[in-house]
């Protein structure tokens, strides 16, 4: 390896009829500015999010790290067969690479399958001696007490991010949703930082609000009422992602609102029980769940709440019901995906089983698309009507109904569904111009 060898680390952009690709303000790649984090500092660094800025091929990279989200594969592979051509080598890691390295190999010169953290070091041992294996594997999980240094959020490019300060705290769900790929590649046992760490490293985010990625910041609940606790008087605002059955739980929801949360990512999934329950989430009861929003928006917390249309038990009424259970509860964000078979998970193998696969273009694998042949509707009905839902929802009188309220957060909540109209409006150009 030359003196100062240049590592050059790569998020693909969304494909060009996704939701995402329209969205004004994107999410940060925290698993790449966590390896850059990792690296060296004998090496030169950079970091380029194809969302957010062109790749520059010509640039003199002799290591290129790539991520891979299954929607993203075609993307990753086209760039990784540009770089090869500058000789550049090619690693490349994330969900998709996990399930299928040996499709990525084909592409690249190294795949890196599991959490990485651990792995990046050999990575880049075996780099500079000039022998880089075609497979790094993780046979264990890692072990978040490990002091790693902090992420890269330097890198990231400024303006173009709703927040730039995303960080965690655990690892792993002892929930195995059918629909949902966490479990596969963070395991069931939870994991977490040893809090001190990680109170440290939010206080010193550079931004006014910042995302806990966490899947479920309430798994371990005592580890969460100490966090909570600790991050009081940080003058930080923050969000993350719980389960509904916070709203049981006075005490520590209180602990979460006094200590700067203002923002929920929440998955009801459905409004169905029989959905629910063939979902693997059991533990919901749908019928207490406006209640329970009320509840959490009590304490001056809002709620982006997640549902999946195409479930087994959804009919033609699925549609008006969640449009008026979302105006009813005056949801201040909202995320409406299309149930999505992806890698690894057991609803893949269940309808690989029956046959209602209808294609393996990952490019469409992006929650928006219909990718399979839903139990009640023709695959073409169910993409009309769940454009139609969002398109109606994002209206200018929905969005002023369910955000501009008495809270101080309206200032998180209003841009962030302005973004979505705005990418709902442009991805229906879009689509109208490929017909």
Not at 281 to 296: H, L, Y
């Amino acid at each position: 390896m030359k003196p100062g060898a240049r590592i050059l680390f790569v998020f693909p952009r969304w494909p060009d009829l996704s939701l995402w690709g329209y969205m004004p303000y994107k999410f940060p790649p925290l698993g790449l500015l966590t390896l850059a984090g990792i690296t060296p500092p004998e090496y030169e660094i950079a970091f380029v999010d194809e969302n957010v800025e062109p790749i520059a091929f010509d640039a003199d990279a002799d290591l290129v790290a790539v991520s891979v989200m299954t929607p993203l594969a075609p993307r990753a592979d086209e760039i990784r067969d540009s770089f090869r051509r500058q000789r550049a080598k090619l690693v490349m890691g994330g969900s998709n690479v996990r399930r299928y390295p040996d499709e990525a190999l084909k592409h690249a010169d190294s795949v890196v399958t599991g959490e990485a953290e651990n792995l990046w070091p050999r990575v880049l041992d075996d780099f500079s001696r000039r022998r880089l294996q075609p497979r790094y594997s993780q046979p264990s999980r890692v072990d978040m007490f490990h002091p790693f240094p902090p992420p890269r959020r330097d890198l990231l490019v400024k303006g173009k991010y709703l927040t730039r300060s995303t960080i965690q705290m655990m690892r792993g769900c002892p929930f195995d949703c059918e629909f949902c790929s966490v479990t596969a590649f963070s395991g069931r046992q939870l994991r977490h930082r040893p809090i001190d760490a990680f109170v440290r490293e939010f206080r010193s985010l550079p931004d006014p609000f910042v995302f806990i990625v966490d899947d479920n910041i309430l798994c371990d609940r005592k580890v969460a009422a100490r966090l909570f606790d600790r991050l009081r008087g940080a003058d930080k605002w923050w969000g993350s992602q719980v389960t509904i059955s916070i709203a049981d739980h006075d005490e520590l929801l209180g602990k979460m609102a006094a200590s700067g949360c203002k923002y929920l990512f929440i998955g009801f999934e459905s409004l169905n029980q029989e959905n629910l329950i063939g979902l693997g989430k059991k533990f919901v009861r749908a019928s207490k769940n406006a209640v329970r929003i009320k509840k959490i928006q009590d304490y001056g917390i809002g709620i982006l709440g997640s549902f999946i249309v195409g479930c087994d038990h959804d009919d033609d009424g699925v549609f008006d019901e969640l449009h008026e259970f979302i105006l009813a509860t005056r949801l201040e964000a909202f995320l409406i995906s299309v149930l999505t078979p992806f890698p690894g998970t057991h609803l893949t193998r269940r309808m690989e089983q029956e046959g209602r696969i209808l294609t393996r273009d990952w490019r469409r694998y992006d929650m928006s698309t219909v990718v399979f042949q839903p139990r009640n509707f023709s695959p073409e009905l169910l993409q009309e009507r769940y454009d139609e839902l969002n398109r109606s929802l994002y209206s200018l009188s929905s969005i002023a109904r369910r955000t501009l309220k008495p809270r101080k957060n309206v200032v998180i909540f209003l841009p962030q569904n302005l973004g979505f109209r705005r990418a709902w409006r442009l991805l229906g150009s879009a689509r109208a111009a490929t017909r």
